[in-house]
Structure formats: structure tokens, C-alpha cells
Nanobody, 123 residues
């Protein structure tokens, strides 16, 4: 199995940028597709972005398309979420998740989850 640890969250102003990191340990991380999800208070967890095992394909939620970029560095066993032009509605706890099959936008298909990192965007 793989263990995931997110970092990079924080309090920023609208229009600012943040880069979230998801560090993996355990099995070979390149065997896993990875997704970023977020959950705001009182709301359900929602899909943000996902990347294939090779890093060759990505998918984004419409709400973040053009502002967020997911990438991975297999040598560092890490996946990143570059977030630009942040909006107050991006405020949430952000989670990375991994699965041993092809990428998916469905949270319930991911087996491994990190503990989450808080992102707060003030207006």
C-alpha cells in the first residue's frame, strides 16, 4: 500500500497562488493514478483534478480548469497541484488520493487518502 501526506496549504488572498504537494511513501508511486479532491464546510467532497500513472493525461473540474495544474514527479514520489488565481470559493480542505488503476473523477474509487491540507482564500 501507499501512504500519502499533503502539504502546502495556507491562508491567502483572492488572486494569489499556492502549490500543494502530495508526498508518497510505501510502494512505487508511479504505479498509482492520483487525484486531488476538496471538501468545504457543510459540503460534500468534490473532484478537483487527476493524473494518470505516467503523468501523460490529466482531467480537471470545470470550476478549476485554466487555473489549477496537476503534475507529478516520479523521481520524488510526489504529485503537485499548482493553484493560481485563487477565489474564496476555493476554500476547502484539499486531499490527495491514489488508486492502482486508471485515473477517475470518483472519490469512492480511490483506495488511499492523505489527511488533507487546509486552503483558505480571503476576499
Amino acid at each position: 500500500q501507499v501512504q500519502l501526506v499533503e502539504s502546502g496549504g495556507g491562508l491567502v488572498q483572492a488572486g494569489d497562488s499556492l502549490r500543494l504537494s502530495c508526498a508518497a511513501s510505501g510502494r512505487i508511486f508511479s504505479d498509482y493514478s492520483v487525484g486531488w479532491f476538496r471538501q468545504a464546510p457543510g459540503k460534500e467532497r468534490e473532484f478537483v483534478a487527476t493524473i494518470t500513472q505516467s503523468g501523460g493525461d490529466t482531467l480537471y473540474a470545470e470550476s478549476v480548469k485554466g487555473r489549477f495544474t496537476i503534475s507529478r514527479d516520479s523521481a520524488k514520489n510526489a504529485v503537485y497541484l499548482e493553484m493560481n488565481s485563487l477565489k474564496p470559493e476555493d476554500t476547502a480542505v484539499y486531499y490527495c488520493a491514489a488508486r492502482e488503476r486508471s485515473y477517475s473523477v470518483s472519490a469512492n474509487l480511490y483506495r488511499y487518502w492523505g489527511q488533507g491540507t487546509q486552503v483558505t482564500v480571503s476576499s
